[in-house]
């Protein structure tokens, strides 16, 4: 399957945004969804998931209340809405599928997100 992210872009601290993963290949459906990010000088980090069988969600402390992780399999295509974005969630935002092992085995190029203060 190959992922294509797009919605990024620079925002005040305060601001939303949204951000899309669209799929193509194979049956969308059938992965797993997640959403990771890296900052400069950091290691990638885990944001948000989406099971692909029951939609169940999980998040990571540091977003959790403000970023909602959504799926519209008839889109082939992942969200990520950022609200009340804070600097220190800049970073390049990458979306990835899981297969039934659970591991992330496709990864998109990355959409840079920057908040200024």
């Known amino acids: 399957v190959q992922l294509q992210a797009s919605g990024g872009g620079l925002v005040q601290a305060g601001d939303s945004l949204r951000l899309s993963c669209a799929a193509s290949?194979?049956?969308?459906?059938?992965?797993?969804m997640g959403w990771f990010r890296q900052a400069p000088g950091k290691e990638r980090e885990f944001v948000a998931h989406?099971?692909?069988?029951?939609?169940?969600?999980e998040y990571s402390d540091s977003v959790k209340s403000r970023f909602t992780i959504s799926r519209d399999n008839a889109k082939n295509t992942v969200y990520l809405q950022m609200n009340s974005l804070k600097p220190e969630d800049t970073a390049v935002y990458y979306c990835a599928a899981a297969t039934l092992t659970g591991v992330y085995e496709y990864w998109g190029q990355g959409t840079q997100v920057t908040v200024s203060s």
């Open positions: 290949g194979r049956t969308f459906s059938g992965y797993s």
């Open positions: 989406i099971r692909r069988n029951d939609g169940s969600t």
